[in-house]
C-alpha cells in the first residue's frame, strides 16, 4: 500500500460520509502530503461538490459500491443507523487487498454489523473511534488539526489481520492523533460514561428548562458555567439518538449508576448534610485537576 | 453620597471578602473612577495585603466593625455561612445612612440572616446576586469586566428604601451589567433550575466517574466535551456547599423535576425509543440556540 513512487503513505482513500470527523481526516492526510486521491462518498451531491470545492476530496460518487474500485483504504464516517446499509452496498465491491475502517461511537453495533455484512472481508475490517468532535456537524465545521493530540481506539476483533491494524494505526498517527486499542465491550462501557452519559445529561438539562413554567425567562439568568455545561446539547440529535440506541445496554448502565449517586446526594441537601456534600464535590474538583492534567499531559 | 467634588459617584465603599465577586466589583468601579476610597475587610492580612498590592483596595481591617466606619457603600461578599456572622458585627458600627448589599447565590437564606441581625437598618440592606463569576477564586482572579454585560439580579424586601435600591442599582450598571428585580422566592428558584442545579449534576458526574471501577483510566477517554460539561465541577467546594444547603429546597425540587425527567429519558433508551430520544435532543438544540441568542443580545 506503500507508495515508494510517490512517497504518500495512501494511494486511494474512499470517505463514505464526507462530513466533520470524516472531512477532517481527509484534510489531515492530505495536509501531511500522505495521501495520492481522496473519493468520496455520501447522498448529497451538493454536499460532495461542497466537498470538493473546499479541497476535501478529489472526486465523488454517490454510490458506495462505486466509490470503493480501486480504493486501498475505506473508511466509513457515516452516522451509526447507516453503517449496516453501507457494509451490504459497497461488500460486492471492495477491492481484494482493502482495509476498511469505521469512526462509531459505539462498538459493538458497528462489529455486529460488520460480522453480519462482510464475510471474508472481516478481517481487514479495524473498527475504530476517533475521540474527537465539535459540536458542530457537516463538511464545513471540518480540520485538519481536529485530531492532533486526541485518543483514537481501535477495538480489533481475533479475526482482524495485525497488518490491517498497522495500517490503520499509521492513518491515525499522521493524523496526529494518539492510538490506543480496546477491546469492544471495554470501550462501549468506557465511553458511555464519559461521552454518551453527559451528552444524554446535558440535553436533558436544557430540554427540562425549557419546559419548565417560565419558560424561556429561565435562560435568561443562565450564565458562562450553564452554557458550557450545555454546549454538548448543541450536538446532532440524530447521531445522539443512533449513539443511545446503538450503545443502550452501557449507557441506560452508566445512568442507572450516576442517577443513583445523585439520589443520595439529593438526600444529603434535604438532611443539610454539609459534610457529605463537601466530600463530593471536593473530590469532584480534585479528580478533575488530574483530568485536566491528563488532558494537557 | 455623591460626591460631587471629586466627581465620584462613591465616597467610601467597604467590600468585606476581596474575593473574585468583590475584587472584580472594586476594580470595576475604581476603573470608572467612580470611587474615593475602597476599604476591603477579611480574615486574612496576607490575603488583603495582596488585594491592596493590587491596587484593588487602598487599605484593610480584618474586623468588618472597623471596616464599616465612614462607609457609604457595605457590599458584603462572603461565603453565605459567614454572613449571619458578618452582619452580626458590622451592625452596631455601620454608619446611619450607610447602605448594605451582598452578592449571595441564593437570596432567602441571606434575607433570613438580614432580618435577623440589621434591626433598623433593614430597608437599607438591597440583596442582590451578581450572575457572573469563573470557577476560579481569590483575589487574583478577580478582573474589572466580570459584570459587562452580565446580569445582576435585585430583591429588595417589602420595607427596603427606594433610594438604597436606586443606589445599589447605580453602582452594578456603572460596572456594566443589566440589572433586574425579582422576588426573592422566583430568583432562588430560578437560580436553582439554571446555576445550582448544573452544578451538583456537573460534581456529581466527576465523582461518580473517579470511583468507577478503573478510576482515573476513564478519563483518558474524556473529550473536550466532557471538559466543558464539567469545568463547574472545579468551582469551590465550600462555596457550593454552602449554596446547597442555603438554597436547599429549591436545589431538591430542580433535582426531583431533572430526575424524572432523566428517567423517562432512560427507560426511552432501554425501550429503544428513537422518536421520543429525538424529539427531546432537538427540542434541547433548538432551545440552547436560543439561549445562545439571548446571551449575545
Not at 438539562?205 to 429561565?218: A, F, G, H, K, Q
Not at 458550557?228 to 454546549?231: A, G
Not at 440529535?237 to 440506541?245: A, N, T, V, Y
Given at each position: 500500500?506503500?507508495r ?6 495512501l494511494?486511494r ?12 481526516l481527509?484534510?489531515?492526510l ?11 462518498c455520501?447522498?448529497d451531491p451538493?454536499h460532495l ?6 479541497g476535501?476530496?478529489d472526486?465523488?460518487?454517490t454510490r458506495?459500491?462505486e466509490?470503493?474500485a ?9 452516522p ?10 459497497m ?10 475502517t469505521?469512526?462509531?461511537s459505539?462498538k ?5 454489523d460488520?460480522?453480519?455484512s ?15 468532535g465539535?459540536e458542530?456537524?457537516?463538511?464545513e465545521?471540518s ?7 486526541r485518543?483514537?481506539?481501535?477495538t480489533p ?6 497488518d490491517?491494524?498497522v495500517?490503520v494505526?499509521?492513518l491515525?498517527?499522521?493524523a496526529g ?8 465491550a471495554?470501550h ?6 464519559t461521552s ?8 436533558a ?14 435562560f435568561?439568568?443562565?450564565a458562562g458555567?450553564f452554557r458550557?455545561?450545555?454546549?454538548i ?13 446503538a ?6 448502565a452508566a445512568?442507572?449508576r450516576?442517577?443513583e449517586?445523585v ?5 444529603a441537601?434535604r438532611?443539610?448534610?454539609g ?7 471536593s473530590?469532584?474538583r ?10 494537557e499531559?
Open positions: 500500500m506503500m515508494a513512487d510517490s512517497g504518500s503513505f494511494g482513500l474512499t470517505v463514505i460520509g464526507v462530513g466533520l470527523i470524516g472531512g477532517s481527509a484534510r489531515a492530505r495536509t501531511a502530503g500522505q495521501v495520492e486521491e481522496i473519493v468520496g455520501g447522498r451538493d461538490r461542497r466537498a470538493v470545492d473546499l476535501v476530496i472526486r465523488y460518487s458506495p459500491e466509490a470503493v480501486g480504493a486501498d483504504l475505506v473508511v466509513i464516517a457515516v451509526l443507523r447507516a453503517m449496516r446499509p453501507v457494509l451490504d452496498t461488500r460486492s465491491a471492495l477491492p481484494a487487498q482493502a482495509v476498511i469505521d469512526v462509531g459505539a459493538a453495533s458497528v462489529v455486529a460488520a460480522r453480519a462482510l464475510g471474508d472481508a472481516l478481517p481487514r475490517f479495524v473498527p475504530g473511534h476517533p475521540i474527537a465539535t458542530k456537524s457537516g463538511v465545521a480540520f485538519p488539526d481536529l485530531y492532533r493530540n485518543r483514537v481506539v481501535l476483533l481475533p479475526e482482524t489481520r495485525e490491517a491494524v495500517l494505526r499509521r491515525w498517527r499522521i492523533a494518539r492510538v490506543t486499542e480496546m477491546d469492544v471495554h462501549d462501557e468506557v465511553l458511555a460514561a454518551h452519559l453527559p451528552h444524554v445529561l446535558a440535553y438539562l436544557v430540554d427540562t428548562l425549557s419546559r419548565w413554567s417560565d419558560r424561556d425567562e429561565i435568561q439568568f443562565a458555567g458550557d455545561f450545555t454546549r446539547a448543541s450536538s446532532d440529535p440524530d447521531m445522539w439518538r443512533d449513539i443511545c440506541l450503545n443502550g445496554e452501557a449507557v441506560v445512568l442507572e450516576y442517577m449517586d439520589r443520595q446526594l439529593t438526600e441537601i438532611q443539610g448534610d459534610v457529605r456534600l463537601q466530600r463530593c464535590f473530590n469532584a480534585d479528580a478533575r485537576r488530574r483530568f485536566l492534567a491528563m488532558l499531559g
